[in-house]
């Protein structure tokens, strides 16, 4: 039996991640570097000039040079009025995206060491985010349709195929490349075929 390619995809280890990411300053560039990745531009005045200045909690801010308007790398993200480091955010990010099966809020809890209500609240922003993400994007050009279901058998139920106990249906559309490699999925339930 060949193994399948798609489950033995390369992926960021813990330790790759934490080299990457295991500081508030690693945390905090990398957020600067995606949000304005051609410079800091006002929100209010459009100035480009700017000082830097720190909060009480020791978060780093730009003050425009004209207009006086304060910004951090946080304000308009998930993470805006956070009182929780940049650092267990990007875990949280991590742990999500990482996981298969996805990750419990409890296990969140555990991993991140933050009570259930946070824990909670963090997945759910950050879920939230990235399903308005993914809202943006169309499939476009070579799309393979085919239907399926996801579920197996109820145990003791003797009833098979199409009409199976819990099972859900749902068609799948994936965007291919010329070559036939996939690029871009969408799954979307149905009530039946």
């Given amino acids: 039996m060949s193994i399948n390619a798609i489950q ?3 992926g960021l280890s813990l330790p790759q991640f934490q080299a990457l990411y295991g500081s508030e300053q690693q ?5 600067v570097a995606a949000r304005w990745p051609h410079g800091w531009q006002c ?9 830097h200045t720190r909060n009480g909690t020791g978060r780093l801010l730009w003050e425009c ?4 308007y ?28 990482q996981n298969k099966n996805a990750i419990s809020a409890l296990a969140l809890k555990r991993q991140l ?21 993914d809202e943006r994007y169309r499939l476009q050009g ?38 036939g490699r996939p690029l871009y999925m969408r799954l979307t339930p149905v009530a039946d075929f």
Avoid: P
């Avoid at 304060?70 to 995206?97: D, K, N, P």
């Fill in 142 to 179: 070579r799309v393979e349709i085919d239907d399926a279901y996801l579920g197996g058998e109820r145990a003791g139920h003797i009833n098979g195929g199409r009409r199976a106990a819990n099972k859900t249906a749902f068609v799948a559309a994936v965007q291919t490349s010329a070559d």
């Fill in 8 to 10: 033995f995809q390369r």
């Fill in 43 to 51: 929100a209010h005045c459009g100035c480009k000039r700017f000082f």
């Fill in 70 to 97: 304060q910004s951090s790398c946080i304000v308009g993200t998930v993470m805006e009025h956070t009182h929780l480091s940049l650092r267990l955010w990007f875990l949280a990010m991590y742990l999500l995206t």
């Fill in 65 to 68: 040079f004209i207009c006086g």
């Fill in 113 to 133: 060491g933050v009570s259930y209500k946070t824990a909670w609240l963090m997945k759910h922003k950050l879920m939230q985010a990235m399903a308005q993400r």
């Fill in 27 to 31: 945390c905090e560039r990398a957020l």
